[in-house]
């Protein structure tokens, strides 16, 4: 069967799904014998997914109990929306303070079919299909570089069980078994398009086309003492993307360039490196340092990840190759950006800023800070001012 969706209307409906304002309605409904099951579970069960107790509801409700209000599950977790028969049922929104807000519908106290949440700068996070008031293996999460995990949605926020993690653009996909959202035996795939399940509302499912001489993927996060325990098998989206040889730049060693063509915000590599956890007070590093590294890359505020000297060469660490990336202020076509990877964990990326044609050189901006930086990095920076200026 002819998949019913494009790779490209993958992508676009997941731009809509990312779309705060769009509205997704859902087709699921509750047979009787669901909602009577839901009003008789126990007030232990975890309440997003069961009954709701109006112990803490601020709202007004009248003697047939329907109304409107908010209820505070726990301290940090609250429901608002219209009530009937003192249950939500309707529109609802739950909000995890400081953290996120999740729009969808309640039936009788129960999440019924397509929830989204989004973080609090309306950036999504979740997509989630609820049937009787449990998640359906048809639920998507978001990672950082918007790359996704699909399968089945645990309430704490992970897949488990068999998922598929797509690479950012979807026209690539790693299949295998997820635990906690750590993948085990995965294979990597082509994304050919997918299929729309059941509900013509909820998460598309990929259909893929593996590829030949597949090994297994598996959760492999870096420490601050070993990159990864398989160093020197690259990662297969890396193969077909890029490639190392001599930089085009005087002095610069080698560099990092196009295998295929990059279209401005695709995926062109992946940035992996020895995990150094910022335990102390000193949060900026200068050159003179024996701390400093030209390939450190800050991932968060408590970690960044760099390529010691032992591991800049292929012949000794090619898992990624985004360390090969060489610098330019004036030339720059691409920029360092978080990844979530199935293998790796949290890590950096390069992501293509323009159109950018087969065998190019990728270049990005280092971005040190200029009064930490390296001598070789202050004399390009004024060369790159005294050119500028002259134009």
């Given at each position: 069967?002819?998949?019913?969706?494009?790779?490209?209307?993958?992508?676009?409906?997941?731009?809509?799904?990312?779309?705060?304002?769009?509205?997704?309605?859902?087709?699921?409904?509750?047979?009787?014998?669901?909602?009577?099951?839901?009003?008789?579970?126990?007030?232990?069960?975890?309440?997003?997914?069961?009954?709701?107790?109006?112990?803490?509801?601020?709202?007004?409700?009248?003697?047939?109990?329907?109304?409107?209000?908010?209820?505070?599950?726990?301290?940090?977790?609250?429901?608002?929306?219209?009530?009937?028969?003192?249950?939500?049922?309707?529109?609802?929104?739950?909000?995890?303070?400081?953290?996120?807000?999740?729009?969808?519908?309640?039936?009788?106290?129960?999440?019924?079919?397509?929830?989204?949440?989004?973080?609090?700068?309306?950036?999504?996070?979740?997509?989630?299909?609820?049937?009787?008031?449990?998640?359906?293996?048809?639920?998507?999460?978001?990672?950082?570089?918007?790359?996704?995990?699909?399968?089945?949605?645990?309430?704490?926020?992970?897949?488990?069980?068999?998922?598929?993690?797509?690479?950012?653009?979807?026209?690539?996909?790693?299949?295998?078994?997820?635990?906690?959202?750590?993948?085990?035996?995965?294979?990597?795939?082509?994304?050919?398009?997918?299929?729309?399940?059941h509900s013509p509302y909820g998460v598309?499912?990929?259909?893929?086309?593996?590829?030949?001489?597949?090994?297994?993927?598996c959760y492999d996060p870096a420490t601050?003492?070993?990159?990864?325990?398989?160093?020197?098998?690259?990662?297969?989206?890396?193969?077909?993307?890029?490639?190392?040889?001599?930089?085009?730049?005087?002095?610069?060693?080698?560099?990092?360039?196009?295998?295929?063509?990059?279209?401005?915000?695709?995926?062109?590599?992946?940035?992996?490196?020895?995990?150094?956890?910022?335990?102390?007070?000193?949060?900026?590093?200068?050159?003179?340092?024996?701390?400093?590294?030209?390939?450190?890359?800050?991932?968060?505020?408590?970690?960044?990840?760099?390529?010691?000297?032992?591991?800049?060469?292929?012949?000794?660490?090619?898992?990624?190759?985004?360390?090969?990336?060489?610098?330019?202020?004036?030339?720059?076509?691409?920029?360092?950006?978080?990844?979530?990877?199935?293998?790796?964990?949290?890590?950096?990326?390069?992501?293509?800023?323009?159109?950018?044609?087969?065998?190019?050189?990728?270049?990005?901006?280092?971005?040190?800070?200029?009064?930490?930086?390296?001598?070789w990095y202050r004399d390009l920076w004024?060369?790159?001012?005294?050119?500028?200026?002259?134009?």
């Amino acid at each position: 069967m002819p998949p019913e969706m494009t790779v490209n209307d993958l992508k676009e409906w997941f731009k809509r799904a990312s779309d705060c304002h769009y509205e997704l309605h859902s087709t699921c409904e509750l047979d009787n014998d669901a909602k009577r099951s839901s009003l008789s579970i126990s007030e232990g069960r975890q309440f997003t997914s069961l009954k709701v107790i109006f112990n803490r509801l601020d709202g007004e409700v009248d003697e047939f109990g329907s109304g409107y209000g908010t209820m505070e599950a726990t301290p940090q977790l609250t429901i608002e929306g219209p009530i009937k028969e003192f249950q939500f049922h309707g529109k609802c929104i739950e909000r995890i303070w400081s953290e996120s807000n999740s729009y969808g519908v309640m039936q009788c106290g129960v999440k019924l079919g397509i929830w989204k949440t989004f973080s609090l700068d309306n950036k999504l996070k979740a997509f989630v299909e609820y049937c009787e008031g449990k998640p359906t293996n048809h639920s998507l999460l978001v990672k950082s570089g918007n790359s996704c995990l699909i399968g089945n949605y645990l309430e704490h926020g992970n897949i488990q069980g068999k998922g598929i993690y797509l690479y950012p653009g979807f026209k690539y996909a790693i299949s295998g078994d997820l635990m906690g959202g750590k993948m085990r035996n995965g294979q990597f795939a082509k994304v050919l398009g997918a299929q729309i399940h059941h509900s013509p509302y909820g998460v598309p499912q990929p259909i893929l086309e593996f590829q030949t001489n597949n090994l297994p993927i598996c959760y492999d996060p870096a420490t601050s003492l070993r990159i990864s325990k398989t160093p020197l098998v690259p990662d297969p989206y890396e193969d077909l993307a890029v490639f190392v040889k001599e930089s085009g730049t005087p002095g610069a060693g080698e560099g990092l360039f196009a295998k295929q063509n990059f279209q401005a915000g695709d995926l062109i590599s992946l940035f992996n490196g020895l995990k150094i956890f910022k335990t102390s007070r000193i949060t900026k590093i200068s050159a003179e340092s024996e701390d400093w590294s030209d390939y450190r890359l800050t991932v968060d505020k408590d970690v960044d990840i760099d390529i010691t000297e032992d591991l800049v060469s292929l012949k000794t660490y090619c898992a990624s190759h985004g360390h090969k990336a060489c610098h330019s202020f004036e030339q720059k076509n691409a920029k360092f950006d978080n990844l979530f990877h199935p293998r790796f964990g949290e890590i950096m990326s390069i992501v293509a800023l323009t159109n950018i044609p087969k065998n190019s050189e990728i270049l990005v901006n280092y971005n040190y800070d200029l009064t930490l930086a390296p001598v070789w990095y202050r004399d390009l920076w004024q060369q790159f001012q005294t050119k500028c200026t002259s134009c």
